[in-house]
């Protein structure tokens, strides 16, 4: 195992904020954007969505947390724009993690441009296509109804340890074939590395994912089973077999994807939920609204952060980016724009806007979207139905993180306990 020692000697020196000679200076904002919104806790969304109204189109921080400066375009229209042109603006290389190592793998498909991508994504669909989903639903209903039956009784849980961090975690786990056992250290890992500040603890979690990841991978070569590494393995592009790189890089980003994200899409749902007790009930009355609710609060709770690197000076709108210049993707800043949505930070689970760019927009599409909203929607459906209205803990202050993939966390939830008599199990949730 790796220790954090060794991995202090592959941690470059952080930078010093640095803002080139081309950004004119009236498109600068030098605050630190994550900090500004995340001071505003349980109404972060709600800040990012007046920075609307207090920031040029396109402007340019000059540090990112501990990456360096970039470009924020704010416009649903300019991201989608962006998103759409991959030549100019290339996903190539703007993940961080191989770089902290000293490594040159790729996050496939994430870090691989068309024509290339489609390869890659190619063999992705069918393992996460809807009928793929559909045949984990049970599973995903199993893991769901456990962990809410190990604390229903109770009267109070905390949200992220209890639930929303090991949900997504069991389900990664029985998808990759891999021991259920591990979900522990597969959250800790994942906090370490997706929500950490600390360079040093990133890149030594880094290195023990990469380290299990390997590992995992070189088992199944030897003994193949019937689960997505396996698949993975015996997969071919362009008529030869996938190098161990490249079927780490997949499993790297699935992980990366696949895990916190879920967690803090939870965090943020459940936190909603449980502050609009009147839009709690209207979900109690009507279950068949919740996929909708769930698609609002994709929206209005947007999570995810990505970064391109522009391949040759462009204009966009009132912004000249020049070669080498990285740009924010922020779904939250497209899914809050008031142009494009009426009253956009409003949770309205009727909204008839426009669709949303949560799960992002053109070719790297979110691939686990349709296992992401049904882990969402059961999620909902089975708290609702096991558990009476739930509230926050008031003692308790809810925490949230602006940074690569917003979060929430000291969670508390609470709701009137069922007489000492009622033992909940998995099987009663189930039923409820
Ligand atoms: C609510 C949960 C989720 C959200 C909000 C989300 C969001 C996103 C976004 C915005 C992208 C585009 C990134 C880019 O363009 O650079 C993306 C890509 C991706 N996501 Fe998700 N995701 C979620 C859940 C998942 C899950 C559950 C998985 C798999 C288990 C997953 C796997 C991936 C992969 C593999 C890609 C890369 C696709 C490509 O490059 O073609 N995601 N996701």
Same mark, same amino acid.
């Given at each position: 195992m790796t220790t954090t020692s060794q991995a202090s000697s592959a941690v470059p020196a952080p930078l010093p904020p640095h803002i080139p000679p081309h950004i004119p200076p009236h498109l600068v904002r030098n605050a630190d954007l994550w900090a500004e919104i995340s001071a505003a806790g349980q109404d972060a969304h709600a800040r990012a969505a007046a920075l609307h109204h207090e920031t040029p189109p396109i402007f340019y921080?000059?540090?990112?947390?501990?990456?360096?400066?970039?470009?924020?375009?704010?416009?649903?229209?300019?991201?989608?724009?962006?998103l759409q042109d991959t030549e100019t603006f290339s996903s190539r290389g703007v993940m961080p993690f191989a770089q902290m190592l000293g490594e040159t793998w790729a996050m496939i498909p994430i870090e691989v441009d068309p024509p290339d991508h489609a390869k890659f994504r190619a063999l992705l669909n069918p393992l996460f296509a809807p009928k793929r989903v559909d045949a984990l639903e049970a599973s995903i209903r199993e893991q769901a109804s456990a962990l809410i039956a190990g604390f229903a009784a109770r009267g109070h849980c905390d949200f992220n340890a209890e639930f929303a961090d090991p949900f997504p975690a069991l389900i990664f786990l029985r998808l990759m074939g891999w021991e259920t056992r591990e979900a522990e250290r597969f959250v800790a890992w994942t906090h370490a590395i997706v929500k950490g500040t600390d360079m040093q603890q990133v890149v030594g979690a880094v290195m023990q994912v990469r380290d299990y990841l390997r590992q995992r991978i070189a088992e199944r070569r030897l003994h193949p089973g019937d689960d997505f590494t396996s698949s993975l393995l015996s997969s071919q592009v362009d008529g030869r077999a996938l190098t161990d790189d490249e079927v780490f890089g997949i499993c790297f980003l699935v992980f990366i994807g696949g895990l916190d994200t879920v967690?803090? =899409?939870?965090? /943020?749902?459940?936190?909603? #939920?449980?502050?609009?007790?009147?839009?709690? @009930?209207?979900?109690?009355?009507?279950?068949?609204?919740?996929?909708?609710?769930?698609?609002?609060?994709?929206?209005?709770?947007?999570?995810?952060?990505?970064?391109?690197?522009?391949?040759?000076?462009?204009?966009?709108?009132?912004?000249?980016?020049?070669?080498?210049?990285?740009?924010?993707i922020s779904t939250e800043f497209g899914n809050l724009d008031p142009e494009k949505y009426t009253d956009p930070a409003n949770v309205d689970f009727s909204r008839a806007d426009a669709p949303h760019m949560a799960f992002a927009y053109g070719v790297h599409r979110c691939v686990g979207s349709h296992l992401a909203r049904r882990e969402l929607r059961i999620a909902i459906e089975l708290w609702l139905q096991a558990l009476p209205p739930f509230s926050l803990v008031p003692e308790r202050t809810v925490r949230v993180q602006? =940074?690569?993939? /917003?979060?929430?966390?000291? #969670?508390?939830?609470?709701?009137?306990?069922? @007489?000492?008599?009622?033992?909940?199990?998995?099987?009663?949730?189930?039923?409820?």
């Open positions: 921080v000059p540090q990112l947390g501990y990456l360096p400066g970039c470009w924020v375009p704010r416009r649903a229209d300019d991201l989608r724009q962006i967690t803090s =899409s939870l965090g /943020f749902h459940f936190l909603h #939920l449980a502050r609009h007790p009147e839009q709690q @009930a209207e979900l109690r009355a009507h279950p068949e609204r919740i996929p909708q609710a769930v698609e609002e609060m994709l929206r209005a709770y947007s999570i995810v952060n990505m970064r391109r690197l522009v391949t040759k000076d462009i204009t966009v709108g009132e912004a000249t980016m020049k070669r080498g210049d990285l740009v924010l602006a =940074s690569g993939v /917003f979060g929430v966390s000291n #969670l508390h939830l609470e709701w009137p306990a069922p @007489a000492p008599a009622t033992t909940l199990t998995a099987a009663s949730v189930r039923a409820a």
